[in-house]
């Protein structure tokens, strides 16, 4: 059985006093629940706050976004050691704000999820689809190619720790939400390029959540879906109270 994960991605928001309300906050709401993994990704400045807070609690630390050299003269960057220094276990990469608007390549996701595994650090791919494609009829041909070109090169025994994130950009801060039969289609047809691409144990063993404008009011119809492992949550990781309770969902959800 996988165990279920929530990620709250929070994006350029919260400042660092702000970000240590809202982690107290949820730390205090889902004390008691451990068999599920709860991630808070605050940006780059609040990381190290944010790890004071939850340190020695139910929930773990992850980032937004990384660089795949480990030191150099690349300005602005973050490197996988950095993020390691701060308590980081998880990292979101190929984000589709990354694709959009910062020109991320399946190329460069790849060469970021071999540094983050290098690291013994969790990657959470993200993958998705547009509104023209999947008007187009394309959602399973950008997936496939996400999946493939993601984890090109990448050991089955490497692979099974990466958690996969299915996020239709079209759904993503829109309030329009992929149906719970939309998003299962997805995800069942990622596990089973899983299959493909390794064998059927790591396709079962991989954690596929699902993102999307996910909110309290839509997460237990698709948390109850077979292959719909947990939740990349963004605008509703912002609020304690709609984020303790999806948290709460998932965990009683568990599948």
């Not at 390691?84 to 970021?112: L, P």
């Not at 008007?135 to 190619?145: A, G, R």
């Not at 299959?195 to 996910?214: D, L």
Request: aromatic share 6%.
């Amino acid at each position: 059985m996988r165990k279920p994960i929530v990620a709250g991605n929070w994006k350029m928001h919260k400042n660092i006093p702000e970000a240590i309300e809202l982690a107290n906050g949820i730390k205090r709401g889902v004390l008691d629940l451990h068999n599920l993994d709860i991630v808070l990704c605050p940006p780059f400045t609040a990381l190290s706050a944010v790890y004071d807070i939850i340190a020695d609690s139910n929930i773990q630390l992850g980032a937004q976004d990384v660089y795949w050299q480990e030191q150099g003269a690349f300005t602005g960057e973050i490197s996988v050691g950095m993020l390691k220094d701060v308590g980081c276990r998880f990292v979101i990469v190929g984000h589709s704000e990354r694709r959009q608007y910062f020109f991320e390549t399946n190329e460069t996701v790849n060469r970021k999820i071999k540094s983050v595994l290098r690291a013994n650090i969790i990657p959470i791919l993200c993958v998705g689809e547009t509104l023209p494609q999947r008007e187009e009829n394309k959602t399973l041909e950008i997936i496939k190619e996400q999946v493939f070109g993601g984890l090109k090169d990448i050991p089955a025994a490497e692979a099974e720790k990466i958690v996969i994130a299915y996020e239709p950009v079209w759904a993503i801060g829109t309030g329009r939400n992929a149906t719970p039969v939309q998003a299962e289609e997805v995800q069942k047809y990622i596990r089973n390029l899983l299959s493909e691409m390794y064998n059927t144990s790591i396709a079962e063993a991989v954690r596929i959540q699902y993102g999307g404008s996910v909110k309290a009011d839509n997460i237990e119809e698709l948390i109850n879906q077979p292959n719909i492992d947990g939740a990349l949550v963004g605008g509703a990781s912002l609020k304690e109270d709609s984020f303790t309770q999806i948290i709460k969902v998932c965990a009683k959800g568990e599948n």
